[in-house]
């Protein structure tokens, strides 16, 4: 149907505008905005427009282009994968752990490897959480152990171990080189190398991670943007449920 077909909006309503940014290898000049406007035409933008242009030292500048683009997507073809579950509150989801497992559900979160961005990992598992929505440290049916940044996935392994761990939460960057790639695969496959894997219930999560990039990786839930606490607590007691009720 017409009204699931979007294109991006501007100024009106389907004008297809959109601002593009990027970098360019060379010093600024008339024939690096010119290179500039003909690269976003060549990407498919229509009468493309250098709007901004910065000199950003050593041979580097930036530019900001405006244009139109061509395009429309139609919103009824997407499926997108997103683990299914029930979105408890804090205090259904303590009751079902106590009601459930009769004891605490053990939560060890990090950002593993090379990755030292905290935030994510710290909204989750911190007391005070973000945005409103405590922190997993909060729940008092859990206990969570946030290990912090750049941990070594042997030592990561090593706590789940001495601490039998339910869940492994971890946070990862995704990076232009795609090394989270290898440090996720990484973790799965050192986790299955010591048996562990059928008995931990492993999430990542982080800006522009997918749920279905998580599952094609191994892990059994991949959390993006805009996720709290809850979800990943609901996520993991439904998960424990089901995998010790067969």
Not at 165 to 174: N, R
Request: net charge negative; with cysteine; charged share 25%.
């Amino acid at each position: 149907m017409a009204e699931n077909l979007v294109k991006p909006y501007g100024d009106t309503l389907n004008d297809g505008r959109v601002q593009l940014s990027f970098t360019l290898p060379v010093a600024l000049d008339d024939a690096a905005k010119e290179g500039a406007r003909q690269l976003a035409m060549m990407m498919g933008l229509a009468e493309p427009a250098v709007v901004h242009a910065e000199d950003m030292g050593q041979d580097f500048s930036f530019f900001i282009v405006y244009g139109q683009c061509k395009h429309q997507v139609d919103l009824s073809s997407i499926k997108v994968s997103r683990p299914e579950f029930e979105t408890l509150d804090k205090d259904g989801i303590n009751r079902l752990i106590a009601e459930k497992m009769r004891r605490r559900m053990v939560v060890i979160g990090a950002c593993i490897e090379s990755d030292a961005h905290t935030v994510g990992i710290d909204a989750i598992m911190n007391m005070k959480g973000y945005n409103g929505h405590k922190g997993l440290e909060s729940y008092h049916e859990m206990r969570a152990i946030n290990l912090g940044a750049q941990v070594d996935s042997e030592e990561l392994v090593s706590r789940v171990i001495e601490e039998k761990a339910d869940v492994i939460l971890v946070s990862q960057i995704v990076t232009q080189k795609n090394i989270h790639l290898d440090n996720l695969t990484r973790l799965a496959d050192l986790l299955e190398a010591e048996g562990l894997r059928d008995g931990v219930i492993l999430i990542v999560g982080g800006p522009r991670i997918s749920h279905e990039l998580a599952k094609e990786l191994g892990y059994d839930a991949g959390f993006g943007t805009r996720t709290y606490a809850e979800d990943v607590a609901s996520f993991a007691i439904h998960e424990w449920i089901k995998r010790n009720s067969a």
